[in-house]
């Protein structure tokens, strides 16, 4: 990306659903878990994606912050700088999942990821990529601006989002905005939180690239 030694990646995604178990619950406070075992529905489509570096990913555990926050928020602050972004996909965290008492066994990279919805044969996600540049530095910009406290559909939330924004925070969106950009992050500026997180995200390993395939610097 222009201005910054990180990289966007452009290319084939696999969206794959797995139905683990679900949640007895009454009036919002789950009861119990139930386990099922099923086979994964898979689906293939294109996109492009970020992986979080590792030293912002770092900062945010040793601040107590939490990761699944922090990307689901910079997540939809990209997608709303593009105006179509809302026939985008991305991954949009689970409360249940991120929020859940016991630690998890399914961990995920720290990567922000854009998908075209599978099965429709668009290719939205080409276009968004070819301004990737821009829209990851207005995004930070408008994060950085926006005088709301916690977070507002101008800058991090979603009105399409289907988990209702839950999972989501300003302070994170903005470190991982920076670290893309390779901005210079106030350490002492961020609070230390001790109330303690469920650890559901890991470092990303970047993706292999295929063969033949020519990685070219992005000036848009």
């Known amino acids: 990306m222009q201005g910054t030694p990180h990289r966007a990646f452009y290319g084939k995604i ?21 386990d099922l075992e099923s086979p994964p ?7 492009f994606w970020f992986d979080v570096p590792k030293e912002n990913l770092k900062l945010m555990k040793q601040k107590g912050m939490n990761p699944a926050e922090a990307i689901h928020a910079a997540c939809h ?22 929020y859940q008492s016991k630690p998890s066994q399914r961990k995920r990279p720290a990567r922000l990821v854009f998908f075209d919805p599978p099965g429709t044969g668009a290719s939205l996600s080409a276009k968004a990529f070819d301004y990737v540049s821009g829209l990851v ?48 992050l106030e350490e002492s500026a961020i609070p230390l939180d001790e109330t303690g997180i469920t650890n559901t995200i890991v470092d990303a390993e970047p993706v292999r690239i295929v063969p033949g395939v020519e990685v070219e610097p992005c000036d848009a």
């Open 77 to 98: 602050a990209i997608l709303n700088r593009f105006d179509l972004g809302h026939h985008l996909r991305t991954e949009c965290k689970i409360p249940q999942r991120e």
């Open 14 to 34: 696999e969206v794959k659903t797995v139905i683990f178990g679900y949640f007895k619950m009454r009036q919002g406070k789950i009861l119990d878990a139930v």
């Open 137 to 184: 530095h207005e995004a930070f910009e408008t994060v950085e601006s926006c005088e709301c406290k916690s977070g507002c559909t101008h800058c991090i939330q979603s009105t399409t989002c289907k988990e209702s924004n839950i999972v989501s925070s300003k302070l994170g969106a903005r470190v991982v905005l920076r670290g893309l950009l390779n901005l210079p």
């Open 41 to 47: 529905f898979e689906r293939d489509t294109t996109g």
